[in-house]
């Protein structure tokens, strides 16, 4: 049988411990066969991100027409968007049902602290998150969506997202599920390392790598956390770079 098909619509890591190239090693990890739109490149290594190079929504439309007009796509996930023009595109195919099992991970601020998106930009992500499947802001990209849509509580961002909301980092280990007007708490394990990088996009990735296989979207978040978890395990005592190194996507 073939594989389910996941495209992931982002950016590049020169250092391959996110973005694309995690997307991508993500989906191989969860038997799917990956697709790529790519929104921008950077320049960056484990110590931070150097240069920022988005490409033109022209571009990025391109290469979507030319993955959707040819492969089965069954689920998408979104990384950085980098800017307006390339979240109002990305929007668009998503409102007309191009998208499907949209997984959105609203891309704010690099781990080290890098801004990756425009300055502005971050209101059509609340465009965006009414068509996803499920949404993973990390806490402090869950609140700057509250501020700038003027929304009251995280539960209000919660009902602004198609399916599910995922706000990872809660605490040590804890992240939370919204979904359908109640919260669920998805403890788990706390682990010693400095080898963090990428863990959002890997987890964003494998729960729409999940979705891609039919699992149902709690199911596909719970498995995810999981699946992170042993990555991070595997590979907590690397030393690969000077800064936070990256997650292992195979288990092999």
């Known amino acids: 049988m073939n594989p389910p098909v996941v495209l992931t619509i982002a950016g590049s890591d020169s250092s391959g411990g996110a973005g694309i190239a995690a997307d991508l090693a993500t989906f191989a990890a969860a038997g799917t066969h990956g697709t790529l739109a790519v929104s921008a490149v950077t320049a960056q290594n484990t110590v931070g991100v150097q240069e920022v190079y988005p490409m033109s929504a022209e571009l990025v439309a391109q290469q979507l027409d030319s993955l959707l007009n040819d492969l089965p796509v069954a689920a998408v996930k979104t990384g950085m968007l980098a800017n307006r023009s390339i979240i ?3 929007g668009e195919y998503a409102a007309a049902g191009k998208l499907p099992n949209l997984v959105v991970d609203p891309v704010v601020v690099s781990s080290t602290g890098h801004r990756l998106l425009d300055t502005g930009a971050e209101a059509l ?7 996803s499947q499920v949404a993973t802001p990390n806490r402090r990209e869950a609140q700057l969506l509250c501020d700038v849509g003027a929304l009251y509580s995280l539960e209000a ?3 602004i997202c198609g ?8 605490s040590t280990g804890i992240d939370r599920i919204f979904h359908d007007g109640t919260w669920t708490q998805l403890a788990g394990r706390e682990i010693e390392t400095a080898n963090d990088h990428g863990t959002g996009c890997t987890f964003s990735a494998v729960v729409a ?10 199911e596909a ?11 991070i395990v595997r590979s907590a005592n690397w030393d690969l770079g000077q800064g936070s190194g990256p997650v292992a996507h195979l288990l092999d």
């Open 125 to 131: 992500y609340l465009e965006l998150l009414q068509h």
């Open 88 to 90: 109002s595109t990305v």
């Open 221 to 231: 978040i719970v498995k995810a956390k999981e699946f992170v978890h042993w990555r």
């Open 209 to 218: 790598a999940n979705l891609a296989h039919g699992i149902e979207p709690l």
């Open 157 to 159: 961002l919660g009902k």
């Open 163 to 170: 399916g599910w909301l995922v706000i990872t980092g809660e």
